[in-house]
Nanobody
């Protein structure tokens, strides 16, 4: 399974971006798909996830600013990032998980927010 993320870039604080992650297999074959991020010198952390039933979960730091969504027909996962802050600067990774059976990561896309 391949996950191809794109959409990162350099943006000013307060700006917006949309990240995309194309999954090479039916998204519904996974229990949960989502986005994580890793800032320099920090651990990878959860940003947002969405289950097969459409339940979403967000970290407190992005709640109300970021929106996770998916296009089933394209097997593509999205993350809309609004009201970006310098502390959102990180490499963003998409993830597809089926419990202990399968867990796949995309290659990451860099988001840099300037103040």
């Amino acid at each position: 399974v391949q996950l191809q993320a794109c959409g990162g870039g350099l943006v000013q604080a307060g700006g917006s971006l949309r990240l995309s992650c194309a999954v090479s297999r039916n998204i519904f074959s996974f229990n949960v798909v989502g986005w994580y991020r890793q800032a320099p010198g920090q651990e990878r952390e959860l940003v947002a996830t969405i289950t097969t039933t459409g339940n979403t979960n967000y970290s407190d730091s992005v709640k109300g600013r970021f929106t996770i969504s998916r296009d089933i027909s394209k097997n593509t996962l999205y993350l809309r990032l609004n009201s970006l802050k310098p502390e959102d600067t990180a490499v963003y990774y998409c993830n597809a998980n089926r419990g202990f059976i399968e867990n796949f990561w995309g290659q990451g896309t860099l988001v840099t927010v300037s103040s």
